[in-house]
């Protein structure tokens, strides 16, 4: 599905970026034969991708479902397996949907900050050329994820500080939620998401991991 088929939605205020260290929160307990991580508030994701032109961008997203990720907890013990939980009751699968929310906006290539003027940035025609798929992963194996439909999409523009700056490019950001159906598959599996530009080149990829 290209991107520029989406429809209309801004993720409002995504501090993702920020929220991003709120995905798990270990801790220990029992003599450390346990570790403990929460997933308040959903499951984040966060990559940086590229295209074949030389243009870097950032992708930023998270994962929800209503209310299904309050209290939810994954637990790693030592001498079991990994088990999910809610208040002390087991949970197994996600639920029936999910939200999938993500940003996307280009960004300097390498630890070097280019000079936002003189850097080539992301277009509109560059971005509704690219190709998005979804898969769930369990261990090595991929799956085709088909059963997805967009819920918002829109772009907005990125100004600069100087709001009095001459001949800046436009900067541009790219925001989409997707309704996944995701009934009866573990919360072992692991949501993928890859984009890609129109000749198959891998563009970026990045997973919702629990």
């Known amino acids: 599905m290209y991107f520029h088929r989406l429809t209309v939605r801004f993720l409002a205020?995504?501090?993702?970026?920020?929220?991003?260290?709120?995905?798990?929160?270990?801790r220990t307990a029992g003599r450390?034969?346990?570790t403990v991580w929460s997933y308040d508030g959903g499951v984040f994701m966060d990559t940086d991708g590229s295209l074949p032109n030389g243009i870097c961008f950032r992708v930023k997203g998270r994962v929800t479902s209503n209310h299904f990720f309050d209290e939810l907890k994954r637990?790693?013990?030592?001498?079991?397996?990994?088990?999910?939980?809610?208040?002390?009751?087991?949970?197994?699968?996600?639920?029936?949907?999910l939200l999938l929310e993500f940003i996307l906006y280009d960004t300097p290539c390498g630890i070097k900050i280019q000079d936002t003027a003189s850097r080539t940035h992301l277009t509109r025609e560059?971005?509704?050329?690219?190709?998005?798929?979804?898969?769930?992963?369990?261990?090595?194996?991929?799956?085709?994820l088909l059963t997805y439909q967009p819920v918002d999409f829109s772009v907005h523009q990125i100004f600069p500080f100087n709001r009095d700056a001459k001949d800046v490019p436009e900067k541009l950001e790219w925001d989409y939620a997707l309704?996944?159906?995701?009934a009866g598959v573990p919360l072992t599996d692991?949501?993928?998401?890859?984009?890609?530009?129109?000749?198959?080149?891998?563009?970026?990829?990045?997973?919702?991991?629990l």
């Open 13 to 26: 205020a995504l501090a993702i970026g920020a929220a991003a260290s709120l995905l798990v929160v270990p």
């Open 32 to 34: 450390d034969k346990e």
């Open 75 to 97: 637990i790693d013990k030592i001498d079991a397996n990994t088990v999910f939980e809610r208040r002390n009751q087991p949970v197994a699968d996600f639920p029936d949907k």
């Open 126 to 144: 560059m971005v509704s050329e690219l190709h998005l798929s979804l898969f769930w992963k369990r261990g090595l194996e991929l799956r085709p």
């Open 179 to 182: 309704e996944v159906f995701s």
């Open 190 to 209: 692991s949501l993928v998401m890859v984009i890609r530009t129109p000749d198959g080149h891998v563009a970026a990829r990045v997973a919702a991991r």
